[in-house]
């Protein structure tokens, strides 16, 4: 088992985005403890849970056309920061969000939260 550490936490948050570039929910999922929580976009009803989350980021994945990390991770702990852009399938824009993950010791998220608002839709 690996320690948890900055290099981890960076490792699993581009992992996170290569995932959501991919069209396959369960390399999302892999990534999320069993009772793991997302709010996203921040202050929007949490998802709670795999079976939730499956259904979640299968609408995502069904939208998103590839994502990336824009800059670099900023880990401490337990908690990684990454600044990352959606591109949505079948529109000329981007979406530009801030996404904030804890982690357990294995290196799996329990918590995401996500912050972007209409001001972060941009077109391309």
Known sequence: MTALNDQL?????????????????????????????????VGSDAHRGKDALRVFYQASIDSVDHMV???????????????????????????????????DDEGLITHMTAYWGDTNLRVK
Not at 75 to 103: H, N, Q, Y
């Open 9 to 41: 936490i960076a490792s699993v948050m581009q992992a996170y985005v290569d995932a959501m570039s991919s069209d396959d929910v369960e390399k999302v999922l892999v990534l999320f403890s069993d009772d793991a929580v997302v709010e996203d976009p």
């Open 69 to 103: 990390l824009e800059g670099s991770v900023r880990a401490r702990e337990k908690w990684g920061a990454a600044a990352m852009i959606a591109s949505p399938k079948g529109i000329d824009m981007k979406v530009e969000t801030l996404d904030v993950m804890e982690f």
